[in-house]
């Protein structure tokens, strides 16, 4: 297992030689060209019971975003054949929910599942707080992994979440792995946390067994209404150093350069790709906060010889 002072160690190396063991472990294990592409969809939105303070979703606050019923599955559908002719191979499907709902709207979340999957999409979903049993249904389904984060330490933990417990966030990753289904676990920057919080995010997240498939690092997009509309952004060199010491301690993980891309240079992401960040959210929305635009991503890609962007941007 990897101590907190190990990742210290390796977070505050020179510049220079924490990029190049970054660089160095991201190619052992991956062509550093491919950077996966995920289309997120909010398949519920709104009127949360959590109180988040980063979330436009919680019902806590007056955030503007307007709740909306559990959508279709014709809807979905729908929108995961787009998100495919535009070039993702993953599909995320989000819930504003405390915890996942049982019967029928589970039973479609099912459903959706299963959709994704048959139009060839690797499928997430991130839908709260699970059961076993939902964990065991969902891989039946063919979910390819499950998306819950630990956000930040566990100490600033209750800074930012009141109606949940960081114990409650490791009781659910501890179904979904047991149910076989890969875990998508990460955090956001930004949240008022300091470097230490952060080193201890990555210090948890290197104590699951196994290790998380994937790590979303987020950046606090500030929601207006909520207690942390005003928080600092994150400084840029802070956010190449996480990804990077992400990168090293993962090396076989997808580390997702996650929200709050559009309010990065394009410098600034590419670091981040160059530091070991290999995928992406894309489309002009996240759940409900903005995202680059696709045409703005495709003359990135292109701009950075990265491939196949191009049928995105025709
Ligand atoms: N309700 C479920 C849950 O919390 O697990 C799923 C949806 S929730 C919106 C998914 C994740 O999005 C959160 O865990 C958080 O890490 C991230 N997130 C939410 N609002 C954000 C914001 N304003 N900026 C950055 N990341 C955010
Ligand atoms: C994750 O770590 N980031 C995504 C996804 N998992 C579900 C969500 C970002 C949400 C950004 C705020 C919003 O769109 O409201
Ligand atoms: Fe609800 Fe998830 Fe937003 Fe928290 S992050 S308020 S649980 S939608």
């Given at each position: 297992?990897t101590?907190?002072?190990?990742?210290?160690?390796i977070?505050?190396?020179?510049f220079?030689?924490?990029?190049?063991?970054?660089?160095?472990i991201?190619?052992a294990?991956?062509?550093?060209?491919?950077?996966q592409?995920?289309a997120?969809?909010?398949?519920?939105?709104?009127?949360?019971?959590?109180?988040?303070?980063?979330?436009?979703?919680?019902?806590?606050?007056?955030t503007?975003?307007a709740?909306?019923?559990?959508?279709?599955?014709?809807e979905?559908?729908?929108?995961?054949?787009?998100?495919k002719?535009?070039?993702?191979?993953?599909?995320?499907l989000?819930?504003?929910?405390r915890?996942?709902k049982?019967g029928?709207?589970?039973?479609?979340v099912l459903e959706?599942?299963?959709?994704?999957?048959?139009l060839?999409l690797?499928?997430c979903?991130?839908?709260?707080?699970?059961?076993?049993e939902?964990?065991h249904?969902?891989?039946e389904?063919?979910?390819?992994?499950?998306?819950?984060?630990?956000d930040?330490?566990?100490?600033?933990?209750?800074?930012i979440?009141?109606t949940?417990?960081?114990?409650e966030?490791m009781?659910?990753?501890?179904?979904?792995q047991k149910?076989?289904?890969?875990?998508?676990c990460?955090g956001?920057?930004?949240?008022?946390?300091?470097?230490?919080?952060?080193?201890?995010?990555?210090?948890e997240?290197?104590?699951?067994d196994?290790?998380?498939?994937s790590?979303p690092?987020?950046c606090?997009?500030?929601?207006p209404?909520?207690?942390?509309e005003?928080?600092?952004?994150?400084?840029?060199?802070?956010?190449?150093?996480?990804?990077?010491t992400a990168?090293i301690l993962?090396?076989?993980?997808?580390v997702r350069?996650?929200?709050?891309r559009?309010?990065?240079?394009?410098?600034l992401?590419?670091?981040c790709?160059?530091?070991?960040?290999n995928?992406i959210?894309?489309?002009d929305?996240?759940?409900t906060?903005?995202?680059?635009?696709?045409?703005?991503?495709?003359?990135?890609?292109?701009?950075?010889?990265?491939p196949d962007f191009s049928a995105?941007?025709?």
């Amino acid at each position: 297992m990897t101590t907190l002072d190990e990742i210290r160690t390796i977070y505050q190396l020179p510049f220079p030689e924490l990029l190049w063991r970054a660089m160095s472990i991201h190619r052992a294990h991956h062509d550093p060209a491919d950077i996966q592409r995920c289309a997120l969809l909010s398949i519920k939105t709104g009127g949360c019971p959590e109180d988040c303070r980063y979330c436009a979703q919680s019902a806590h606050y007056d955030t503007g975003v307007a709740p909306t019923p559990l959508m279709t599955v014709e809807e979905v559908s729908r929108r995961a054949q787009r998100a495919k002719e535009r070039g993702a191979t993953r599909f995320c499907l989000g819930a504003a929910w405390r915890e996942s709902k049982e019967g029928a709207p589970f039973e479609r979340v099912l459903e959706m599942v299963r959709e994704v999957r048959r139009l060839g999409l690797e499928a997430c979903v991130t839908l709260g707080m699970l059961t076993e049993e939902q964990a065991h249904r969902l891989k039946e389904a063919g979910l390819t992994a499950y998306n819950h984060n630990l956000d930040t330490s566990r100490r600033h933990y209750p800074n930012i979440i009141s109606t949940r417990l960081y114990d409650e966030r490791m009781q659910t990753i501890r179904h979904v792995q047991k149910a076989g289904i890969a875990v998508c676990c990460g955090g956001i920057l930004g949240l008022g946390e300091n470097e230490e919080d952060r080193l201890m995010l990555l210090a948890e997240l290197a104590a699951l067994d196994p290790p998380p498939e994937s790590i979303p690092i987020n950046c606090l997009v500030p929601i207006p209404g909520t207690p942390l509309e005003q928080a600092a952004p994150v400084d840029p060199i802070e956010l190449v150093r996480l990804v990077a010491t992400a990168r090293i301690l993962f090396p076989r993980a997808r580390v997702r350069l996650s929200a709050g891309r559009d309010r990065m240079s394009r410098e600034l992401q590419a670091l981040c790709f160059l530091a070991g960040a290999n995928s992406i959210f894309f489309g002009d929305t996240l759940l409900t906060a903005p995202n680059p635009s696709e045409h703005a991503d495709a003359e990135m890609f292109r701009d950075l010889g990265l491939p196949d962007f191009s049928a995105a941007s025709s």
